[in-house]
C-alpha cells in the first residue's frame, strides 16, 4: 500500500521558516519525480517545487529563492525548507509522487503564515 504522509506544518510569523517533510512507503521512491503543491480552500491546486529522480530541481516563480526542495533516499523523504515566508503562502500542502503511470498524493499538511 502506498502512502505519503507528510508533516511539518503549522503557524509561523512572516519572515519566519519551516521545514516540511513526505515520509514515502510502499514505492520505490528512488524511482519517483516527488513535488509540492499547494492549494487553498476555492483555489486551483498550484506546483510549488519538483525534484527528479537524478536530483533536478525546479520552483515556482513565488518561490524561487525563498523555498528548497530535497529528497533522502536513503529515507524515503521528501523535505521542502521554506524560508522568509509570506502571509500569501498560507495554503494546505501536498507532497506528489509520479512514475510513468502511477501518481500518488499525500494527504496535505496545513501552514499558516500570520503577518
Known amino acids: 500500500q502506498v502512502q505519503l504522509v507528510e508533516s511539518g506544518g503549522g503557524l509561523v510569523q512572516a519572515g519566519g521558516s519551516l521545514r516540511l517533510s513526505c515520509a514515502a512507503s510502499?514505492?520505490?521512491?528512488?524511482?519517483?519525480?516527488m513535488a509540492w503543491y499547494r492549494q487553498a480552500p476555492g483555489n486551483q491546486r498550484e506546483l510549488v517545487a519538483t525534484?527528479?529522480?537524478?536530483?533536478?530541481?525546479n520552483y515556482a516563480d513565488s518561490v524561487k529563492g525563498r523555498f528548497t526542495i530535497s529528497r533522502d533516499n536513503a529515507k524515503n523523504t521528501l523535505y521542502l525548507q521554506m524560508d522568509s515566508l509570506k502571509p500569501e503562502d498560507t495554503n494546505i500542502y501536498y507532497c506528489?509522487?509520479?512514475?510513468?503511470?502511477?501518481?500518488?498524493w499525500g494527504q496535505g499538511t496545513q501552514v499558516t503564515v500570520s503577518s
Open positions: 506528489n509522487a509520479k512514475f510513468l503511470r502511477h501518481d500518488y
Open positions: 510502499g514505492i520505490k521512491f528512488n524511482m519517483y519525480s
Open positions: 525534484i527528479t529522480s537524478s536530483h533536478t530541481t
